[in-house]
């Protein structure tokens, strides 16, 4: 099923440790954006890419890395954690051809940092 | 600053009657607008969207409706379904090819029977 596939589900980790979250799309869209989702604050952009090999600042991307090295795979980096990222991440995805293409979600990671 | 704001976390509606779920926004340059739904534990799907040319889209119970000079946007579900319960988000876009999306904080809705 074509779709946008993240990993793992959920984790829990302990501050200081580095994180990688996976996310891979088989849809061949150009652009992909990583998103946390918290209560009473709703999706927030930390990271995105318009296309393989450039990436970009969100609103809220201090404590992220990303990297596009193809346009199927796009993982956010936690380098060192901090419980202020426990949060559920999505992975999304749209074709910028469609200036109003909508986006495409993951099923989401959910992360705990104690 | 929330360029998108979706001021009720929470609505509650008996099933059957009309549900009514707002969104408010400051940036006038927003030229689309879409609906997510949510359920938990998965990812936001994409229900309906509208241009800011227009003033209403439809698509079966789902309505949209844009008021541009109040910056005001709402979803109407009629009638209202159970399975309809889920958190919904307004999100707005300045259309173009490096464009992104920015979502209001969510309104979640329970439709009891």
């Known amino acids: 099923i074509a779709g946008i596939t993240q990993a793992p589900t959920s984790q829990i980790l302990a501050a200081g440790r580095r994180m990688t979250l996976r996310c891979t799309q088989d849809m061949r869209h150009n652009a992909m954006y990583w998103y946390r989702q918290d209560l009473g604050l709703g999706l927030r952009l930390i990271h995105y890419s318009n296309t393989a090999g450039t990436t970009g600042k969100g609103e809220v991307p201090d404590g992220y890395s990303v990297s596009r090295a193809n346009t199927d795979d796009f993982p956010l980096t936690l380098a060192s954690a901090v419980p202020s990222q426990t949060s559920v991440y999505f992975c999304a995805s749209r074709n910028p051809g469609e200036a109003c293409g909508e986006l495409f979600f993951g099923e989401g990671s959910r992360l705990t940092v104690l | 600053d929330q360029q998108v704001k979706q001021n009720s976390p929470s609505l509650s509606v008996q099933e059957g009657r009309i549900s009514i779920l707002n969104c408010d926004y400051t940036n006038s340059m927003f030229d689309y607008f879409l609906w997510y739904k949510k359920y938990p534990a998965e990812g936001p799907t994409f229900l309906i969207s509208i241009s800011s040319i227009k003033d209403k889209n439809e698509d079966g119970r789902f309505t949209v409706f844009l008021n541009k000079s109040a910056k005001h946007l709402s979803l109407h579900i009629v009638p209202s379904q159970p399975g309809d319960s889920a958190v919904y988000f307004c999100?707005?876009?300045?259309?173009?090819?490096?464009?992104?999306?920015?979502f209001g904080t969510g309104t979640r809705l329970q439709v009891t029977l």
């Open positions: 999100a707005a876009i300045i259309t173009g090819t490096a464009s992104k999306l920015t």
